[in-house]
Antibody, heavy 123, light 108 residues
Framework: EVQLVESGGDLVKPGGSLRLSCAASGFVFSSYSMNWVRQAPGKGLEWVSFISSRRDRSSSIYYADSVKGRFTISRDNARNSLFLQMDSLRVEDTAVYYC?????????????WGRGTLVTVSS | EIVLTQSPATLSLSPGGRATLSCRASQTISTFLAWYQHKLGQPPRLLIYDASKRATGIPARFSGSGSGTDFTLTISSLEPEDAAIYFCQQRGNWPRYTFGQGTKLEIK
């Protein structure tokens, strides 16, 4: 089955760290760019980070301004896994975090999403 | 940052009706816009990409149109299972996406 399954969400105090994982199955993970997208309670979707596929000579990585310098995206193609290391967490980082596959390019879509993992930042 | 404004915030329609959802971009994005359906407890589902192309497995009653700054998602012959929140996503600044705030569609 083609799917993405996130894990690692938890309750953490402000200033703390957390590492999210996303396990991919049913497709050639290394061929796709990947994203993390989050949704805070009662809010819309917010793109967090992007990492390009193996097809590039080196992975291109982008971050939303709201997480730049605090979050680090990475991937392990041998393990079909995507990661998000989150440091210096803030209350406003509280959200459901989705792993999402990108078909690539502006004229395309994010065509596969996981069910999400909840991150709660609170004292 | 490209801001997307969706309207209306909520739409209540009857089964068999027609829904028209709007998404306006703060600057021109050609046709680089996608639409998603999101139901509670489920992952978002890609409906439309490149403004008007249906994703795999999406029924023909879902259609998208527009270019530049104004885009529309139309759902004809509404069914109860169409109740969801619909988001637009701009890809003009790929891969730095932004999403609209969503339109909640109620089927009564």
């Amino acid at each position: 089955e083609v799917q993405l399954v996130e894990s690692g969400g938890d309750l953490v105090k402000p200033g703390g760290s957390l590492r999210l994982s996303c396990a991919a199955s049913g497709f050639v993970f290394s061929s796709y760019s990947m994203n993390w997208v989050r949704q805070a309670p009662g809010k819309g979707l917010e793109w967090v980070s992007f990492i390009s596929s193996r097809r590039d000579r080196s992975s291109s990585i982008y971050y939303a301004d709201s997480v730049k310098g605090r979050f680090t995206i990475s991937r392990d193609n041998a393990r079909n896994s995507l990661f998000l290391q989150m440091d210096s967490l803030r209350v406003e980082d509280t959200a459901v975090y989705y792993c999402a596959r990108d078909r690539g390019g502006a004229a395309d879509g994010t065509d596969l999403w996981g069910r999400g993992t909840l991150v709660t930042v609170s004292s | 940052e490209i801001v997307l404004t969706q309207s209306p915030a909520t739409l209540s329609l009857s089964p068999g009706g027609r829904a028209t959802l709007s998404c306006r971009a703060s600057q021109t994005i050609s046709t680089f816009l996608a639409w998603y359906q999101h139901k509670l407890g489920q992952p978002p589902r890609l409906l439309i990409y490149d403004a008007s192309k249906r994703a795999t497995g999406i029924p023909a009653r879902f259609s998208g149109s527009g270019s530049g700054t104004d885009f529309t998602l139309t759902i004809s012959s509404l069914e109860p299972e169409d109740a969801a929140i619909y988001f637009c996503q701009q890809r003009g600044n790929w891969p730095r996406y932004t999403f609209g705030q969503g339109t909640k569609l109620e089927i009564k």
